[in-house]
């Protein structure tokens, strides 16, 4: 290529073919990492799991599934027809994503159920060893001290007991040989710095622990999941104000003065969000589409409070509206500082995208459907800002400065995976997954892409190097969608083409299927195909749009 090596390139500059051969390098190395990744299957069942969040904790999985069945029916029934069941009782069609969802996942868990109950020999499934959502959690406090590492160079694919991929690692992924940019880690890094200051965080929550070596036992975080909490909120209120700080477990000291605690007063923000599209909590225009569960009581699902259920959504009490872009924080250095963020992170978005659309093909092209209705229909705030994000489909973010998060999962988010990436000078940290029994690597660099819809998800103690020269940082940043924004395209696509159905099944993202390692090749082959087409058409083109960014 005819660019100077030594230009620092601005992800706000980039011009389409600049981004082209960012993309073609990136696929490249991800379809190199994955031919040799390491495949590991985890003891964990990812479809009984979301009927069991999505029903009662503490109902028996046989239970979930028999009164799921009860309601839709003992086999799929076409979603794009209406609702034509006149017998009382009889199985209905789903009228939203939830039902399909819910549907589909008994169906899948009653053929696992069927064939241990009919070779019983065989080994006892996860779903019958920890046969009700309050049991998966019990599992999970014991196993997130037991986390196993895994390993750190090269991508990791891990898969559930029906096949599954429930989570793909990736470490820092070097720049082509050509070595046309500044490392894409370091120019997050730099950028996220800049936040610190102009934004006024708070650097340290709590305490920052300075050690030249790890916690002494096995990984564990100071905010673990329990069973108030639950694993429902990322944050929780405190139980009591009279509870002292958090426990730090005792520092591996071997040498006198080689630990040290600094403590500092909790004031100001650790963490930022920015919402790509979407609505406040309780906002009247998400009336009837926040269904979160699938109402029931011990006498099976409550027809009747289900969203679409009956003929009452033919006449809303309020029009159905697309998402649009919640209010912007009151500090305008906050919204600047998401922006240049948005701009320096776009590789890491772009890297979100394709992890989704090399795993989750289909799930994607539903969500970009999506999208192509809000570019369409949308107000003009919404499409301005789509206009300016690589990665549309997955295009809110969250970034933590110095955070031991509750272990949660983001019961909000959407059937696409989600991402977390780490950057810092942090030592630990690691991303623990205790209902999967492991834990990913937190270091700069490291990612960690997955369905956190239904994962609970930690961070181990991190801690920093006692001759660090510099502020001490540990960020995470979390690429994600709410679900909420797919499903409302869908009811008002409906609602404007005529109303004869609650929500159009075509915008309804389907549930993440069996690992498909060919396909993901084959997903990445592609873009590196047509990304060369491109290339040799644009070779000759003068490229003007570049600009040198400012010295960092």
């Not at 100077?4 to 073609?24: A, C, E, L």
């Not at 028999?66 to 199985?91: C, E, I, K």
Request: aromatic share 8%; with cysteine; net charge positive.
């Amino acid at each position: 290529m005819d660019m100077d090596s030594s230009v620092d390139w601005w992800g706000g500059d980039f011009s389409n073919k600049n981004y082209s051969v960012m993309v073609q390098q990136m696929c490249k190395s991800l379809n190199t990492m994955h031919s040799v990744c390491v495949r590991k299957q985890v003891d964990f069942d990812l479809l009984a799991v979301s009927l069991m969040q999505g029903i009662d904790h503490t109902l028996h999985i046989r239970d979930i599934i028999g009164m799921v069945l009860d309601r839709f029916g003992h086999q799929f029934n076409p979603p794009t027809s209406p609702d034509r069941s006149t017998s009382a009782g009889a199985p209905k069609n789903q009228s939203q994503q939830l039902d399909h969802q819910i549907h589909h996942a008994a169906l899948s868990v009653q053929i696992t159920i069927q064939h241990y109950d009919q070779t019983p020999m065989t080994c006892i499934s996860f779903c019958l060893r920890h046969p009700t959502y309050l049991d998966v959690l019990s599992h999970s406090i014991e196993m997130e001290r037991k986390c196993k590492i895994l390993p750190a160079k090269g991508m990791v694919v891990l898969t559930d007991e029906a096949g599954i991929c429930v989570g793909v690692g990736i470490p820092p992924i070097p720049l082509d040989k050509d070595n046309l940019w500044v490392e894409y880690d370091r120019r997050a890094l730099n950028a996220l710095n800049g936040m610190v200051g102009i934004c006024k965080w708070n650097s340290a929550k709590d305490e920052i622990v300075y050690s030249q070596s790890p916690p002494l036992g096995p990984l564990q975080t100071p905010r673990p999941i329990d069973m108030i909490n639950k694993g429902e909120t990322r944050d929780p209120k405190p139980k009591s104000e009279a509870l002292g700080p958090l426990h730090t477990p005792p520092i591996n000291t071997t040498k006198k003065g080689d630990s040290r605690v600094q403590r500092t007063q909790t004031t100001g923000k650790t963490t930022i969000s920015f919402q790509q599209c979407g609505f406040g909590l309780g906002d009247i225009k998400l009336t009837g589409m926040q269904d979160l569960k699938i109402p029931s009581d011990k006498k099976g699902i409550k027809s009747i409070e289900l969203e679409g259920h009956g003929i009452g959504w033919k006449t809303p009490i309020v029009k159905p509206s697309l998402p649009t872009p919640p209010r912007d924080s009151p500090n305008a250095a906050d919204n600047r500082e998401m922006v240049q963020i948005r701009n320096e992170m776009c590789y890491y978005s772009t890297l979100s995208l394709w992890i989704n659309k090399a795993f989750l093909p289909q799930s994607v092209s539903v969500a970009e459907k999506a999208v192509k209705y809000l570019l369409e229909d949308g107000c003009n705030l919404l499409k301005q800002n789509l206009a300016f994000e690589k990665n549309q489909v997955i295009a809110s973010r969250t970034i933590s400065l110095n955070t031991q998060i509750t272990t949660h999962r983001d019961k909000k988010n959407s059937l696409l995976f989600d991402s977390n990436f780490f950057f810092g000078n942090h030592l630990g940290g690691e991303f623990l997954h205790p209902s999967l029994g492991v834990a990913y690597h937190g270091l700069q660099g490291y990612s960690f892409h997955g369905p956190l819809l239904i994962l609970l998800h930690g961070v181990a103690i991190f801690y920093f190097p006692v001759d660090l020269k510099e502020p001490p940082r540990q960020f995470s940043v979390a690429f994600w969608s709410q679900e909420s924004s797919f499903s409302l395209v869908g009811r008002v696509a409906a609602y404007k083409s005529e109303n004869n159905v609650f929500n159009l099944s075509e915008y309804w993202i389907p549930f993440y299927p069996k690992y498909d390692p060919h396909s993901v090749q084959e997903e990445l082959s592609l873009q590196k195909r047509s990304s060369r087409i491109r290339s040799r058409h644009q070779k000759n083109q003068p490229d003007v749009s570049q600009k040198k960014s400012q010295s960092m």
